[in-house]
């Protein structure tokens, strides 16, 4: 019987700043094994997976009795790997996080995937917190998302968009309440299929941002705001100063 709400944790050991990042180990747990960690203390997810290509990652997964499926080593996103487990395993909506969400708690994934089962016809859903920082502004690392006024992106970049022409110096944050997007992905078992289905999208390969796949293809991915802070760790030296996050 297929499960109703399926986590995918897809990891890979290359990460290009921080190789072999989560089998780093904290505290005797390789990283990954907090992410895990985290997603459990969702109520409304059935079943967590950690998806990967790698032996080494799967490994690890078993060490902390994860359950583990092995995916092909040629895809190029997360919610492709994703798709790939639900071809394996069935279920109808599927989380996809990432795996260096550090201090996002599942319980944060509740309240979509409730509002997502009340909603059949939503394929798409993620989301995103208020930026407070004028400087995250300018960092490429966080990836700002613009928000119609029912909640539905409108575009992501990770440059500040939208552009505050009449604020050329001082506080843009006070012209426009600009938003971070969060990287966790909810997908609709049939809106999973068909962005796989999807070549990948022009803006999605120039901003190296995977949901742009969906709206370069006239779907809409519905926001839900959070006050919850999630914090990437890029370096060894992130960890010591996020370690309150990882627990």
């Known amino acids: 019987m297929a499960h109703s709400v399926v986590a995918v944790i897809p990891a890979r050991m290359n990460s290009t700043r921080f190789p072999g990042k989560v089998a780093y180990l904290h505290r005797g747990k390789p990283l990954l094994f907090y992410i895990w960690k985290q997603v459990r203390q969702s109520r409304l997810v059935d ?3 950690i998806a990967s290509d790698s032996p080494e990652v799967l490994s690890l997964a078993e060490s902390f009795d994860a359950e583990a499926v092995r995916t092909s080593a040629k895809h190029q996103t997360g919610s492709d790997r994703v798709a790939e487990v639900m071809s394996k395993i069935g279920g109808s909506i599927f989380v996809n996080v990432q795996a260096d969400n550090f201090g996002l708690s599942g319980r944060t994934f509740d309240p979509v995937l409730r509002w997502m089962k009340q909603h059949p016809r939503v394929q798409f859903a993620t989301l995103a917190r208020k930026i407070a ?24 970049s990770r440059l500040p968009v939208p552009f505050i022409r009449d604020c050329v110096t001082g506080n843009r944050l006070s012209h426009y309440p600009f938003l971070e997007h969060i ?11 068909q962005y796989a289905g999807w070549k990948r999208s022009a803006a999605e390969r120039a901003e190296s941002l995977e949901q742009l796949r969906i709206l370069e293809n006239g779907e809409r991915i519905r926001l839900f705001l959070t006050t919850a802070r999630s914090v990437s760790v890029d370096s060894p030296h992130d960890v010591k100063a996020v370690e309150s996050l990882i627990r």
């Open 183 to 193: 990287g966790v992905y909810f997908f609709r078992a049939a809106g999973l299929a």
């Open 47 to 49: 079943r967590i997976v």
């Open 133 to 156: 920082d004028q400087r995250d502004l300018d960092r490429t690392d966080c990836t700002k998302v613009v928000a119609s006024h029912d909640r539905y992106a409108l575009w992501f």
